[in-house]
């Protein structure tokens, strides 16, 4: 939908902000553009709209050159979300929200009615529709500055670093409500931001830029961990790519073993028959299924669960720790909860928490090496668009 052809930007000074960018951005997907302070984000996402005239190259949207668009015709087509969200100090959070609606000619009730329901889709409760922007939080009013900006339902979001004024927490709450929020509109939104994991987290494409707008590679985030370009780009990948790679791995190729798992109530001769190879310990389980804790085997075979399980003897079970849902979680989940096990192995749920099996570390990596080569890691041109 968006392509981006050639383009440069040379400010009047001489600085040579974006030089020779090509991408292509796909429709209904997050497109992320990250890289170091300086490399040329927000001088090509505001190229998109035009509040920055390009100096070469060509954009094209729907296969047509957004310089032969009517620049506001253009801009309505396109929300536009900033850091801090700059809203208007002076206004309700309700007319923020309704800004473009009410210049494009809405009814006052119409506007008021929209903003409700934006309101409402990126988690603000309604009640504070008629508050100052002061009187919210930075987290809210971040929330008010992605309402305004969907208010007129426009097919594309830009978005220049607007999570990045607030703490970690709030941050990770904001992206999580932008991949809800995408999964219900499915807008084209090309994202701009510095942080590497807040890229790889609510990015379906990442352009990483370097210094003097030039690209260094373009990916989806599973690839860019994988095979990063060049030393720089691993570099600004930082620490842990191959565990963070992880988290593109599902867990339902991955075997677990139901024979590991016992009753709280079984006997000794029905322990008898339980038991995983390789594991010295069987996962005790509730009459709701849930995991109670490990149990020394060969104890529970003399004795029986019943008499070792929680009622018999608390003190013997070992704390089973973090399980993973079977099939839902990631190889990454999977992989902490195995090296967080006191036995060494994962333990696996359903949906409803009820054990379904066991798995050990050395499986985990078995599936770890089959998803790779699975895969195959064949590394991505640069500039090669999708
Ligand atoms: N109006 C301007 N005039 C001259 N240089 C500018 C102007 N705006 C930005 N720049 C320069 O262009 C480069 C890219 O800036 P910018 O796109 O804001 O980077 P980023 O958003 O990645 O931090 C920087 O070196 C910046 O100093
Ligand atoms: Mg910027």
Redesign the pocket.
Known sequence: MISIEAVS?R???G?V??DGLSLEVPDRSITVLV??????????LRMINRMIELTGGRILIDGEDIQHKPVNALRRSMGYVIQNAGLFQHRTIADNIGTVPRMLGWSKAKARERSMELMERVGLDTSMAKRYPYQLSGGQQQRVGVARALAADPPVLLM?EPFSAVDPVVRRGLQEELLRIQEELGKTIVF?T?DIDEAIRVGDMIAV?R?G?RLAQYAPPDQLLSTPADAAVEDFLGADRGIRGLSFFGTDALTVDPGGIVASDATAQQVSSRATEGLGHLLVVGVDGRPLGWADAARLRESGAAAAGPKGGPAQLLPHGQAFRHGEDSLRVALDCAVLSPTGWAVAVDGEGRAVGVVSQEQIAAAIRAAHSQRGTAPVDVGAAR
């Open positions: 930007k400010y009047p000074d600085t902000a974006v890289g170091p302070s300086g490399c040329g984000k927000t001088t090509t220049d701009v510095h830029l210094t707008g």
